[in-house]
């Protein structure tokens, strides 16, 4: 007996030994890893659930931009493959019989992208066909059910047609079709007039719906039919089952700001003809679903009444022939359908728009919800209103889809960036593996999850993530994390500001204070009028906790966020010293200012009962700039130039100036050209610059490590903390 225990023992040993050397072997993540990354965007199964497609985004030879192409994976095991050479594809829609690929493609000219066209790829073989020649492009394709049409939304006005069609002649001099200069004059009108990471928004060409036929023949050109006019927009399209008519979703109202949200749901002839009112939603309704027998509508929304700073999406169900009230199926969840864990690793390009879909049979509707931190799809009886689980776990769904049975899912970790699986009948099977080379050789750890008490008894949930090679008996400095929004969630998806924090010796606490979503729509709304406040006593409670644990140096913290966590970043440090350095990102600093100057009007009858020359003391008492006279900590401020949602000068360009004033260290970081979504989808290198820039910052007064970068004198500030508030 001994002499055949000897083998296998040798076997473990010889097993533990590589699995030693396999883990010294990592290296800890680092910003640069960034340019490696891979995401999956706007996943698509065919009918018959043999391949799923998806989009993979990817950083560009010159760091500067993203590519995205189109790729399939047999879903009963094998490669993936690349279906398409393009730069900016995207957007896969399979035909019915699932032999054609439609998708987007958007070209260069003269080094600029063109807008995108439809075109179609037969996945017998062949180069793609380009299908049309749309004036200011395309956008969300669909399928009709036979195959034999694709409808589409475009922005061409009558102007651009009338353009189009006069180059297009024969013997005509093609310079006389334009006029004699494209003006980039702005002329505004309307309150709500440019849109973060969009731009300013142009009223003269609304989207409209359009549809082109389909032949196999590539040979056989099509004209496309506009099936929609006039002065409004229209979106989220899908088609009647029996291909007669195409649903969507529009707001008959030019100046809809300052106003309570509705949403009426129309249907088109896919002859052309007069939109006929289906009905009538008051509040914002999104994601438009259509059942398999036709007669059902589903879609994601909520109600604008009564006016509450956050309401949790749910799920509708109308009944087509009649034209009935919507029903809430989903009433007595309190949960949020449609997702919404944040972080800094979702797709930059080409996510795709997820919508519920139908089972084959009609009883289900399948869409993501979250719940404390998670993310998965869930399966809502079309009768009872009775939930099941289709996916499962610590994780985040990003996007998905389904032929009314199968589901692919792309799905992310605390670990994993992004994969796409299979899921439905059982364990979930994945179908890809993208990262897999870079991420087996990083050293990654999940976070520790947490509940602690807050001032009010109310258990707050949070994250702790930990250095690499962590030891309890040692001292860490630590970083205080805050989430946007305000409405938004930490949770379990791939972090890497949090994993590289952690991978250069710091302890990351980031938690879901009261106001954040998942966590039951009581949870988040309860900050309504009351923000920021209860929310910065729950952000002190989890460092009281953190420093409970032992292992964090009081003296040695810092704190940082983005958008309502700048907000709230600016608020921390007028109302505690005990935090050494802060870096406060996309921030607000004055309400009123902010009132006066961001794109999203919608928010403020929500956050504020009246506009800030009716009620200034309530604007006063809630901005942070009210309190700059206070602040001691030596803080950063990074901000995009182009960032409307939260613009530079109603934030960190005004507490810099007063910091500057009051000679507290203080430096502003500006990147060119960048929005709001800098740390999610701004250009690879300025992501990582900021990345650099907020570890620097921290490197300097959190560790002591000296740098020149900032222009200060001395390198690093004398410690200016007054005895902790707490």
């Known amino acids: 007996m001994k002499r055949k225990l000897r083998p296998l023992l040798a076997c473990v040993c010889m097993a533990l030994i590589t699995a030693v050397a396999a883990a010294d072997d990592k290296r800890p993540i680092t910003e640069l890893d960034l340019f490696q990354f891979r995401w999956i965007g706007d996943p698509q199964i065919t009918n018959d659930g043999a391949q799923a497609a998806f989009v993979e985004i990817t950083v560009d030879d010159k760091r500067a931009d993203y590519e995205t192409a189109i790729w399939a994976v047999p879903t009963g095991g094998g490669d993936a493959r690349r279906l398409t050479a393009g730069k900016r594809d995207s957007s896969p829609r399979w035909s019915p019989d699932g032999k054609y690929l439609a998708f987007l493609r958007a070209i260069e000219k003269d080094g600029k992208p063109q807008p995108a066209q439809l075109y179609v790829l037969a996945m017998q073989g062949g180069e793609p066909w380009q299908l049309t020649h749309q004036p200011e492009g395309v956008s969300q394709p669909a399928w009709s059910a036979d195959g034999r049409a694709i409808a589409f939304l475009s922005k061409a006005n009558p102007q651009d047609l009338a353009i189009a069609a006069c180059e297009s002649a024969k013997d005509t001099d093609k310079a006389k079709c334009r006029p004699l200069r494209d003006t980039d004059v702005k002329v505004i009108t309307r309150a709500h ?90 509040g914002q309704a999104n994601a438009l679903s259509v059942s398999p027998q036709g007669n059902r509508l589903a879609f994601v929304g909520n109600l604008s009444a009564p006016v509450q700073s956050h309401k949790k999406n749910d799920l509708w169900l109308l009944d087509v022939a009649n034209g009935a009230t919507p029903h809430n199926l989903t009433a007595k969840y309190d949960w949020e359908w449609g997702g919404g864990i944040i972080g800094d690793q979702e797709p930059p390009r080409a996510a795709g728009n997820e919508r519920p879909v139908w089972s084959a049979d009609g009883t289900g509707i399948m869409l993501v919800a979250a719940r404390e931190g998670r993310a998965n799809v869930e399966r809502v009886d079309a009768a009872s209103g009775a939930v099941t689980d289709v996916t499962s776990g610590d994780q985040a769904v990003i996007n998905f889809a389904s ?64 250095p690499p090679d962590f030891d309890p008996k040692k001292k860490y400095p630590l970083i205080l994390n805050i989430h946007g929004g305000p409405h938004a969630a930490y949770g379990h998806l791939f972090f890497h500001e949090m994993q590289w924090m952690a991978a250069k010796g710091y302890v990351v606490l980031y938690p879901n204070p009261r106001g954040s979503t998942s966590f039951g729509e009581g949870f988040a709304n309860i900050i309504q009028y009351r923000y920021p406040g209860d929310d910065y006593r729950d952000l002190m409670a989890g460092i009281d906790e953190m420093l409970r644990r032992g292992y964090v140096d009081d003296k040695h913290m810092g704190v940082t966020g983005g958008s309502g966590g700048g907000l709230l970043t600016n608020w921390v440090i007028g ?152």
């Open 403 to 466: 032929n009314g049975s199968q589901v692919v899912a792309d799905i992310s970790t605390t670990t994993s960036l992004n994969e796409l699986y299979l899921a439905g009948g059982g364990a979930a099977k994945r179908l890809t593996a993208v990262n897999d080379r870079l991420f087996a050789a990083l050293k990654l750890s999940p976070p520790q999850e947490i509940r602690y008490p807050s001032f009010d008894g109310r258990k707050i949930h949070a994250l702790i993530q930990l």
């Open 193 to 282: 007039y440019r849109l973060n990471n969009v731009g300013y928004l142009d009223f003269s060409r609304p989207s409209h719906i359009w549809s082109i036929a389909f032949s196999p023949d590539q040979q056989a050109k099509a004209e496309a039919i506009q099936l929609t006019r006039g002065e409004f927009q229209e979106g989220n399209i899908v088609w009647a089952p029996d291909g007669s008519r195409i649903f969507f979703l529009s707001d008959r109202d030019n100046e809809p700001y300052y106003a309570l949200a509705k949403t009426s749901i129309y249907a088109v002839p896919a002859s052309g003809g007069e939109p006929a009112e289906i009905a009538r939603f008051d």
């Open 575 to 726: 109302h505690t010293d005990r935090f050494a350095a802060a870096v406060s990102q996309r921030d607000i600093a004055d309400w009123a200012a902010w009132w006066y100057a961001d794109d999203f009007l919608l928010f403020h009858p929500m956050w504020f009962k009246k506009p800030p020359f009716e009620d200034p003391a309530d604007y006063r008492e809630r901005s942070p700039i009210t309190y700059i006279g206070r602040v001691k900590t030596p803080t950063m401020f990074i901000l995009g130039d182009s960032d409307s949602r939260t613009p530079p000068e109603t934030g960190g360009d005004e507490m810099f100036r007063a910091l500057k004033y009051r000679k507290v260290p203080t430096v502003m970081v500006r990147f060119p050209g960048e929005s709001h979504e800098l740390s999610r989808s701004g250009k690879p290198w300025h992501r990582v610059e900021r990345l650099q820039h907020i570890v620097n910052w921290f490197d300097l007064y959190l560790q002591g490590k000296k740098t020149n970068e900032y222009d200060l004198v001395p390198a690093a500030a004398p410690d200016l903390r007054a005895p902790a508030q707490r």
